[in-house]
């Protein structure tokens, strides 16, 4: 499992640059990664107002599948002849949606909004500031401009089927067209089709220009764990996990096996939800006997999917030894805890007298495995004062007196 899940993420203004060695760069069509298209397109840094969408064919996205889509970038075209913008441009209202798409033959001009297939996704809103040169020309075809991320907390996976890119933009005080792709290119509205609409929220338009587009995405990790381990107290394990972050996570099943057992659960710890916050979790399996445990998590989203952690191994060797602690607190009201060891297993009598010896309660009477074992009592039925506990097994027998004030 990966070390963390945004390895270094640089903020200039409000254009977002990954620096990542994971990424994952999807150019759309793919036969223009390394050639320049043949034509141009404005709308995404037009000095008014546009809706644009950009309706992409499954099998282009191959490269992509399951992958958390990070960010986008555009490139000048070939046409270029200066860097752009000369000074910095920043545009009020830069947003994004991504979502399912129809098949792009099946786009439509007079109702953008049927062009999804299903709920789309705000990736990215508010300003986005361009710096001065960011988009440079002078090569064939030109490099790409700096990637648009998304927000943080805005997870889109992509899982198949068709994408569509739908950008909504205020209006730059300076035009600079892209590259793109003509309406009559091979492949233009079967594998990639794009429209656009006058206005912030247009919804009915013009087919349009197909812009390449460069896709930045990278595995996606529902939850990534920092670390498992265990801490071993008497009979007690106590486990300990940590996440970096967590998408859409209902919890975590808490599973142990020994060596004459497979796996069994013994829990489950409710999750965070969604979180790029750090989450400390613990779970206390008490009252083992002596021998060798494998430790494990099944981790569950919300949509029923599940993995595993790593396992691991704990030894629970617990003192072979008879022995009765002093009750905690002391004095106590109403209620108090026992520790005691057992050195074998066998039955077990832990009864409270009173200072004239008369038997009050029974705080157990059964058989009991060997090793640390814990138990409460609760005096709510008895007058404060002075009383006794005692321990009997067939081995063993002791006594400690103890104080309970109403």
Known sequence: MKNSFFTILFFILSI????QEDLIYDVVPPEYENSPGNSAFTSEFATTARTMQLLIHESLLTDILNQQILAVSWRLPASASSNWPPSDETISDYEFYLG???DPVNMSITDFASNFAGSKMQVRDGSMTVLANSYTFGNTPNDWGPEMTFILDSIYVYTGGHLLIELHQSGASSSRSVDALTTSTSGYGTLFRACWGSGFTANTGFQANFSIVRISAETFVPVEFTSFASTVSGNNVILQWE??????????EVQRKSVSSDFEVLGFISGAGTTTESRTYFFNDSKLPNGHYTYRLKQTDYNGTFSYSDEIIVEV????????????PNPFNPSTNINFSLAEAGVVKMAVYNLLGQQVAVILDGFMEAGLQSVTFNASDLPSGT???SIETPQFRQTKKMLLTK
């Open 16 to 19: 977002n640059l990954f620096a």
């Open 100 to 102: 399912p798409s129809v």
């Open 243 to 252: 996440t970096a972050t967590e998408t859409n996570n209902l919890g975590f």
């Open 317 to 328: 060797d617990a003192p072979a030894e008879y022995a009765l602690e002093q009750n905690y």
């Open 387 to 389: 009383y006794f506990y």
